[in-house]
């Protein structure tokens, strides 16, 4: 066994202490949090577990499940348990950049522009961005990364009416709204999003480096101008395992009921 995916030094109290499993889990998940196992680390397997530790397979998978609900890791089928990388932040407050909250977040954005040109609407993109199916838009497809990972699949669609010119511009060092803002002062006002959990089809999965049919998002944004024109229609694809959405909540509504005898004041 490799040094640094060694257990030989975790000790276990079979006596006062809590089940076998629950101690396995929280020095594997203290050895995750110091760093000594880091993000894309291979785990030592189940075997390997029971025989450096003598412990039952029953105890070591109950500490690798309790590790998989926390996000802390991951299996991979055929190869194996590997420390889970960091899951991005993102909240879902405001109105958010990808390339700012990379920035915001210590990390580098780049992306890999997928297909970039000009093409009729059709009738999906057209209804969502209320326009004629035959009206062009400029259309956007990229892998967006953090520090040269995979994290995101963008398809974004654009009235070109709204952008003449924007398909010359080199998107993968570039943020789309930075660009809009800038040259067209386009300015988003409010957008809608809808966010759904689907399982990850393999053509997606093999661009974003995720399994196949794992659980991913998928993300639907329309935003809008101050004057309610929709300027942008994007969907966007990231594997679970990668981002973490965080919404503020505030206090109920007036009138709402929380709970039986309590009753906001109207």
């Not at 995750?32 to 880091?38: H, L, R, S, T």
């Not at 998978?61 to 194996?80: H, P, V």
């Not at 199916?133 to 699949?153: C, H, T």
């Amino acid at each position: 066994m490799a040094g640094h995916r060694s257990t030989r030094d975790f000790v276990f109290d079979v006596v006062s202490g809590p089940p076998l499993y629950r101690q396995l889990a929280d020095f594997m998940r203290e050895r995750i949090d110091q760093g000594v196992w880091a993000g894309g680390d291979e785990l030592p397997s189940e075997h390997e577990l029971c025989k450096a530790n003598g412990l039952s397979r029953t105890t070591v998978r109950l500490a690798f499940g309790e590790l998989i609900n926390d996000g802390r890791i991951i299996r991979k089928r055929g190869k194996g348990s590997f420390v889970a990388e960091p899951k991005l932040r993102r909240t879902l407050n405001n109105l958010y950049s990808f390339t700012d909250d990379m920035i915001d977040s210590g990390r580098v954005p780049t992306s890999r522009v997928l297909e970039s040109d000009v093409r009729e609407a059709g009738t999906e993109i057209a209804n969502e961005l209320v326009i004629g199916k035959s009206d062009l838009v400029f259309f956007l497809k990229r892998i967006r990364e953090a520090d040269g990972r995979p994290m995101i699949l963008d398809t974004s669609c654009v009235p070109h009416s709204l952008c003449a010119g924007i398909e010359s511009e080199d998107f993968s060092a570039r943020s789309l709204y930075a660009h809009l803002a800038d040259r067209y002062s386009i300015i988003p006002y409010r957008a809608i999003e809808t966010h759904e959990v689907i399982s990850i089809p393999h053509a997606v999965a093999e661009m974003l480096g995720a399994e196949a049919l794992s659980p991913a998002f998928l993300i639907t944004r329309l935003a809008y101008l101050e004057d309610g024109t929709v300027f942008e229609y994007t969907q966007s694809v990231t594997p679970g395992d990668r981002c973490r959405f965080e919404i503020g909540l505030n206090g109920p509504r007036r009138g709402i009921t929380l709970q039986r005898g309590y009753r906001t004041h109207v």
